[in-house]
């Protein structure tokens, strides 16, 4: 049955008494938040400046004497929404009356002549609403806030360079993609028979953890569609603060191609290792290397085959399962390979050949790092293998920070959505580095730190003199929240590092 709007609400309920303890329950009780851990992640926004950096990419064509939340609050409401779980605009009609949000975008809770209340779905909407048919927000009657997407890309690279003291020697820059599935009529999403859905397939940047470019793009062009176009843009901006960085460019398979590795090969001290897909011609170029493989892996077999047909006459299955027991034989070479058609030169391919009692696992990576640099094994393992790391990220980025969820019809919302993911997901990464390099939370998780470090219960106690926030004495993580209280103490404002 739906109350109606006129019935009050009684002012105590009186339950049935436990072991004759009367049970009484009011709603007279001081403000309590489960987010008490938000006042982390404001203190390092305020003395790093990030979203409000973002917010400065929005042009705001509202009349500014009638509005009641600013642009800097509406983008910091949103991504502070983001890091504590509510990926949802939905969600911040439930937040839009929480203390300890409107605490941390600016709102001042201790004077009954300001309201607390902060922006709702309709009001953040208006920034990630992107109407196609509207040419201005200017011209518009009801969306009437703009976004830079230039200055977007452009602080993502900014927000990079500045995690640095002082500029690196050598920086490896991954490129991949993903998936972020779609479940209606958005703009530019197509059936993508690898990823067997409807999806975007946006083209990330990282550089370690740092994230330097998230690009939404259609899911029926090609993998390394714009990828050249993304380095060129991310290497411009790095190189006008970095002049003499060395650039190694990583990627899979989909990213060897003529236009990506000429360009890397006609530029000073940039390099390239992608991985390359196996043929016929490059399997057969690594045979010598296999052979070689094979008859270690024969030599050290035999003995465990040996020794068990002195005890018995062994089963195939039986030498299957002892053969479990001897490490695989692992060979690299370095081959001179060009193809037919498609590439301009000869480059150099490493092969790895791993030889084991089932089968032969071959894999091939084309680079331009020369032979007498960097061997061909140590190429494979300490330069391309760790660009696993990147699908870590990929997953902080979709499973911690929900930046899939581009559900908006435009395109251009969906893009903006993916931003504020990524602006979320580098204030958590400087909070990891910054703050929590000497504690358990290290390497955790998004999920973890959020649960452990952000959501804190505690009883909020407002007056005229002072906002206190009370966290349950039984919190089992108030050392690293002090840790953390100290980094951020210590840290400069970015207005004094940036003079």
Same mark, same amino acid.
Request: glycine share 4%; with cysteine.
């Given at each position: 049955?739906?109350? $109606?709007?006129?019935?009050?609400?009684?002012?105590?309920?009186?339950?049935?008494?436990?072991?004759?303890?009367?049970?009484?329950?009011?709603?007279?009780? &001081?403000?309590?938040?489960?987010?008490?851990?938000?006042?982390?992640?404001?203190?390092?926004?305020?003395?790093?400046?990030?979203?409000?950096?973002?917010?400065?990419?929005?042009?705001?064509?509202?009349?500014?004497?009638?509005?009641? !939340?600013?642009?800097?609050?509406?983008?910091?409401?949103?991504?502070?929404?983001?890091?504590?779980?509510?990926?949802?605009?939905?969600?911040?009609?439930?937040?839009? !009356?929480?203390?300890?949000?409107?605490?941390?975008?600016?709102?001042?809770?201790?004077?009954?002549? &300001?309201?607390?209340?902060?922006?709702?779905?309709?009001?953040?909407? *208006?920034?990630? !609403?992107?109407?196609?048919?509207?040419?201005?927000?200017? &011209?518009? *009657?009801?969306?009437?806030? +703009?976004?830079?997407?230039?200055?977007?890309?452009?602080?993502?690279?900014?927000?990079?360079?500045?995690?640095?003291?002082?500029?690196?020697?050598?920086?490896?820059?991954?490129?991949?993609?993903?998936?972020?599935?779609?479940?209606? $009529?958005?703009?530019?999403?197509?059936?993508?028979?690898?990823?067997?859905?409807?999806?975007?397939?946006?083209?990330?940047?990282?550089?370690?953890?740092?994230?330097?470019?998230?690009?939404?793009?259609?899911?029926?062009?090609?993998?390394?569609?714009?990828?050249?176009?993304?380095?060129?843009?991310?290497?411009?901006?790095?190189?006008?603060?970095?002049?003499?960085?060395?650039?190694?460019?990583?990627?899979?398979?989909?990213?060897?191609?003529?236009?990506?590795?000429?360009?890397?090969?006609?530029?000073?001290? @940039?390099?390239?290792?992608?991985?390359?897909?196996?043929?016929?011609?490059?399997?057969?170029?690594?045979?010598?290397?296999?052979?070689?493989?094979?008859?270690?892996?024969?030599?050290?077999?035999?003995?465990?085959?040996?020794?068990?047909?002195?005890?018995?006459?062994?089963?195939?299955?039986?030498?299957?399962?002892?053969?479990?027991?001897?490490?695989?034989?692992?060979?690299?070479?370095?081959?001179?390979?060009?193809?037919?058609?498609?590439?301009?030169?000869?480059?150099?391919?490493?092969?790895?050949?791993?030889?084991?009692?089932?089968?032969?696992?071959?894999?091939?990576?084309?680079?331009?790092?020369?032979? $007498?640099?960097?061997?061909?094994? *140590?190429?494979?393992?300490?330069?391309?293998?760790?660009?696993?790391?990147? +699908?870590?990220?990929?997953?902080?980025?979709?499973?911690?920070?929900?930046?899939?969820?581009?559900?908006?019809?435009?395109?251009?919302?969906?893009?903006?959505?993916?931003?504020?993911?990524?602006?979320?997901?580098?204030?958590?990464?400087?909070?990891?580095?910054?703050?929590?390099?000497?504690?358990?939370?290290?390497?955790?998780?998004?999920?973890?730190?959020?649960?452990?470090?952000?959501?804190?219960?505690?009883?909020?106690?407002?007056?005229?003199? *002072?906002?206190?926030?009370?966290?349950?004495?039984?919190?089992?993580?108030?050392? @690293?929240?002090?840790?953390?209280?100290?980094?951020?103490?210590?840290?400069?404002?970015?207005?004094?590092?940036?003079?």
């Amino acid at each position: 049955m739906t109350p $109606n709007k006129n019935d009050c609400i009684p002012e105590q309920f009186i339950f049935e008494p436990v072991k004759s303890c009367p049970v009484v329950v009011n709603f007279k009780g &001081e403000p309590v938040t489960s987010d008490a851990g938000l006042t982390l992640i404001a203190e390092l926004d305020r003395k790093r400046e990030i979203t409000s950096r973002l917010a400065a990419c929005f042009k705001d064509y509202r009349e500014q004497n009638r509005i009641q !939340h600013p642009v800097t609050a509406i983008i910091a409401q949103r991504i502070y929404g983001l890091i504590m779980g509510y990926e949802d605009i939905n969600d911040h009609e439930s937040l839009r !009356h929480d203390a300890i949000f409107a605490l941390c975008v600016g709102k001042v809770i201790n004077s009954p002549q &300001e309201s607390i209340t902060l922006a709702g779905k309709s009001t953040l909407n *208006r920034i990630e !609403h992107c109407p196609e048919n509207v040419s201005s927000r200017a &011209e518009s *009657r009801y969306h009437r806030i +703009e976004h830079d997407a230039s200055a977007i890309e452009t602080l993502l690279v900014e927000l990079f360079l500045e995690s640095y003291r002082k500029a690196p020697r050598q920086i490896i820059l991954d490129l991949d993609v993903t998936d972020d599935p779609v479940h209606g $009529n958005q703009e530019e999403t197509f059936f993508n028979p690898y990823y067997r859905g409807y999806c975007y397939a946006p083209l990330y940047i990282f550089c370690g953890k740092n994230l330097l470019a998230a690009k939404l793009r259609a899911s029926n062009v090609d993998p390394a569609s714009g990828g050249l176009e993304e380095l060129q843009r991310v290497i411009k901006i790095i190189r006008s603060r970095w002049q003499n960085v060395k650039i190694i460019i990583r990627g899979d398979s989909a990213y060897s191609r003529e236009d990506i590795m000429a360009w890397c090969e006609s530029q000073t001290e @940039i390099d390239y290792v992608f991985g390359l897909a196996p043929n016929n011609r490059l399997l057969q170029l690594s045979h010598s290397i296999q052979y070689r493989a094979s008859q270690e892996y024969s030599r050290k077999i035999k003995p465990v085959v040996e020794f068990f047909e002195t005890l018995f006459s062994p089963s195939p299955d039986v030498i299957k399962d002892a053969a479990a027991f001897v490490d695989n034989s692992v060979w690299y070479c370095s081959l001179d390979y060009q193809t037919l058609g498609s590439w301009s030169r000869n480059r150099r391919v490493v092969a790895k050949v791993e030889y084991s009692y089932e089968e032969v696992y071959t894999r091939f990576i084309v680079t331009s790092l020369p032979i $007498n640099k960097i061997p061909p094994g *140590r190429l494979y393992t300490q330069k391309y293998c760790p660009r696993g790391n990147m +699908e870590n990220c990929l997953k902080e980025q979709k499973l911690g920070l929900k930046s899939d969820r581009t559900s908006t019809h435009t395109f251009a919302g969906n893009q903006l959505r993916l931003w504020l993911a990524s602006i979320a997901y580098v204030l958590l990464n400087t909070l990891q580095k910054q703050c929590l390099a000497s504690t358990e939370l290290k390497n955790a998780t998004v999920e973890t730190i959020r649960t452990k470090l952000l959501k804190l219960g505690a009883v909020i106690t407002i007056s005229k003199r *002072r906002v206190l926030i009370a966290i349950s004495s039984a919190c089992p993580y108030q050392e @690293i929240f002090a840790t953390v209280y100290k980094c951020l103490s210590q840290l400069p404002s970015q207005s004094l590092i940036m003079t």
